[in-house]
């Protein structure tokens, strides 16, 4: 008996443990609190940028906050797995919550509430009595095209000798309701479907394996890395070099990569680039290519171009950005810590990896190169030295395009020529990168070379400005460095330099030494070695320089090495074949001291530099490259359909508005009397003005 009672008890507890729970989840409150946390992820993926890489956020907001958005995966919002958990419970709340509710709904729309007694008529504030000498017949009738006119529907109910006619218009505003609400649940199953949910779906329930980071063809890859050409919903990119076809996408889904396979094959005939001639900002860009449907054969020639995408099979083609499709290059070589010439040259191509040796203390070390990319047109802001070989994304590129910044006079803005990106990295697989400019570019009235680095703790990148000599090339200042390392030729310049001092009380031998010493340090370790010196800095304690001159002594070292460095330059133009300067004409010498000045900096900054080599792009012949946007999004009709359902639903709720009138007709010994009442939902201006010209006209039927 106790068993029975028990489980009797334990079944009603479970039905009302259920019935509270749909309860719940079919409750407005509920809804709206879901609505709230999608609204607030949104206007958080609207203001942060969405798929930047992680230095991107540590640089913005620091390693801690970093952290924390890291947690809740922000940079990639719309597809973490907690809003699409938020956006399903929504679609069921709301779903819940019409089930619940439309047939209430309807039955009020059809409603006539007829039941309304005459005893209730004290209760509503708008209404009328009124004695009219006609019949009740004579007045019911009248009452009705009154109401036809007014475009109410009404019904009549007889009782006894009393009549009452039921009426209602507007009531298509309950309508607004269930449109409004069942828009938010159809946008959202287009949202969903539009997500990486149905990918996600496919990988958890068939087992799908990104592409393994050793795959290098598409061959190596498995099915299980695959999604088949009806994949329901995906959006991938698809690179193509000019004169290359391909027949798939690469899906980027979290930190994984699967392939997504096409139905057709895509041929870049070419890819084209059009330029503003006054500063060679780009215009436009587009991808010439031949469509061959697998299905059909059939084959069509193309331009896809922003706003002017292609779509086949439900897939639809999008011009989104583009790269370097494996240009040819021929790099000259700039050796710096090896004796030996550095004037060699090294052909190799983007995306082609490559060993270099290079000699490093004596020993031989091999490093890999990876030539990361080429870009041929450089359009930067010389306003802004700081911007100049700054990366930019397409966005970045069309908005410079199409944006305020796309003035065809905007004298800032030039072309500062091609530029190229590599990647070092040495036999520990410590990598450094690296972006070079073919061409110098004028800074604060100098010429200089661009050469930057960027260690894989920076942000961004920095660069070290190397003089232009007078032939447009780096050839003066490596042979001026190569003449810094070489302990001869630094010693002729400092015994060069004290023949020119001309003053008894200094011994020239204590200037050798010293002009000698300080362009020895300087070659290692460039001003900072010269000053960690002086403040004996892994220095015996016995050879320390005294601290009460510590600081004329940093003076002397610098002079000396600046004065001596001159000799030395002559010394390493005579080298390479240039003439002697001499300094006579006041331009000429005020033009060589600032390419002086650049080089003793770019110098000291030079001996900080990681890379035993510097690489300078000689020579080019490009092959551009398309990254076309390859999607399939059966979401977007859906919701299309629910932005139709939201404006149905917001017409309805805010412009047409619900009305009631009851009239009641009873025979009277003169007549008729007529007690009526109207009611609506808001008492709004046009209410009242409806409810007057009611009274109004029924005022007449007193009078006959």
Known sequence: MFYENFIVTMQKYKRRWGAELLELFGSMRFAIYLLMIICIASAIGTLLEQNREEIFYIDRFGTYWYQVFSKFSVSQIYNTWWFLVVMAFLVISTSLCLIRNVPKFVKEMRSFKEYVRQSSLKAFPHKIDIQTPYTADQAVNMSKVWLKKQGYAFKEKVEGETVLLASRKGSSNRLGYIFAHLAIVVICIGGLLDSELPNRLQIWFEHKQPIPAEAKFVSDLSPASKFGVHNLSFRGNVSISEGDSSNYALLALGEDTFLQNLPFDIKLNKFIIEYYQMNGMPKRFASDVTITDHETGKSENQIIEVNHPYQLH??????????????????KTYALKEDKDPNLELKTRVGQTSAITTMVDGKPQTYQLRVDDFRPINVENLSTPESLAKPKNFQ????????????????NLHNVGPLVKYTLTDDKNQSVQYQNYMLPVELDGKLVFLIGLKLPTDAGFSYIRIPADEKTSMDEFFALKEALENPEMRLKAAQAYAARVDDPRIDRKNIVALA???????????????????????VPEAERVPANIREPMKGILRDYLVFSAIDLRNMAREKIGLPVLNYVNQADAEKQAMWFDTAIRALSDISFYPAPVVLQLKTFEHIQGTVLQATRSPGKYVVYLGCLFLILGVFQMFYVRERRLWLWVVPSEHGSEIKAAMSSQKRTMDFLKEFEKFKQDFSELERK
Do not use: P, W
């Open 314 to 331: 439900g897939v639809t083609l999008y011009q989104s950005s583009f790269n370097d499709g494996g240009s040819k290059l021929t790099l």
């Open 396 to 411: 970045e590129q069309i908005l410079a395009v199409t944006g305020s910044a796309a003035s065809k006079h905007n004298a």
């Open 516 to 538: 000698d010493r300080a362009l020895g340090i300087f070659a290692k370790s460039g001003f900072k070695g010269i000053d960690d010196y002086v403040d004996g800095v892994g």
